[in-house]
């Protein structure tokens, strides 16, 4: 079975601190996604960057960076310069292709709290 | 803006009443999926269309069902919900491998509360 671990239930910093995010999972693809979503307390999900596994250049959207380690299977995320609005549940995904559809496995995600 | 629509943020059901949630997208989606979202167990696969009419299993599929009659609608069903059924469920979609699937669309969650 595909898996997703997020080995970090909570972790607090303070603000303009950086912070990283861990994640590994396990997958039989040979082709497959990476993602970080982020779920701020108004619930919506939000993409937050997105890793192919075929690339071996490391994602970064601005202050959000990851750590990709195929071999590993380990797929990080490091937030820069930590601010106040990046306090969130955030989950790690997986892709994984079943009857056609382009399936998701997340895991248990890592409440993140950015203290001022 | 491309849109997935819950159509409600906070429902309040009795045991045993069936219960419809309701998801549409606007983007001309190929798959929609159906997520509980629990404290400590992240999102779980309930169900997922790939078509118009079609449906899996997820993961924890018992007690719950589907309909997908239109492309851009995907019901959940709870056909007699009881209280191990409240929780925070999420409607997502995306598009199909070939038309360049690059995760999903989440709708803003509807909170189920079953009494």
């Known amino acids: 079975a595909q898996t997703v671990t997020q080995s970090q239930p909570e972790m607090s910093v303070q603000e303009a601190e950086t912070v990283t995010l861990s994640c590994t999972y396990d997958?039989?693809?040979?082709?497959?996604?990476l993602f970080w979503y982020k779920q701020p307390p108004s619930r919506q999900m939000i993409l937050v960057i997105r890793?192919?596994?075929?690339?071996?250049q490391n994602a970064t959207e601005n202050r959000f960076s990851v750590n990709f380690q195929k071999a590993a299977k380990s797929f990080s995320l490091k937030i820069s310069d930590s601010q106040l609005g990046d306090t969130a549940m955030y989950f790690c995904?997986?892709?994984?292709?079943?009857?056609?559809?382009?399936?998701?496995?997340f895991g248990q995600g890592t409440r993140l709290t950015i203290n001022p | 803006d491309v849109k997935v629509t819950q159509s409600s943020r906070y429902l309040v059901k009795r045991t045993g009443e069936k219960v419809f949630l309701e998801c549409v997208q606007d983007?001309?989606?190929?798959?929609m999926f159906w997520y509980r979202q629990d404290p400590g167990l992240g999102l779980r696969l309930i169900y997922f269309?790939?078509?118009?009419?079609?449906?899996e299993k997820g993961d924890i599929p018992e007690g719950y069902s589907v309909s997908r009659e239109k492309k851009e609608r995907f019901s959940l069903i709870l056909e007699s919900a009881s209280t191990n059924q409240t929780s925070m469920y999420l409607c997502?979609?995306?598009?199909?491998?070939?038309?360049?699937?690059?995760?999903?669309?989440f709708g803003s969650g509807t909170r189920l509360t079953v009494v």
């Open positions: 997502a979609s995306s598009l199909s491998r070939h038309r360049g699937f690059g995760g999903y669309t």
């Open positions: 997958t039989s693809e040979n082709n497959y996604y």
């Open positions: 890793q192919e596994a075929y690339k071996q």
């Open positions: 995904a997986c892709h994984k292709v079943i009857q056609g559809a382009q399936k998701l496995v």
């Open positions: 983007m001309d989606h190929e798959n």
């Open positions: 269309s790939y078509d118009v009419k079609m449906k």
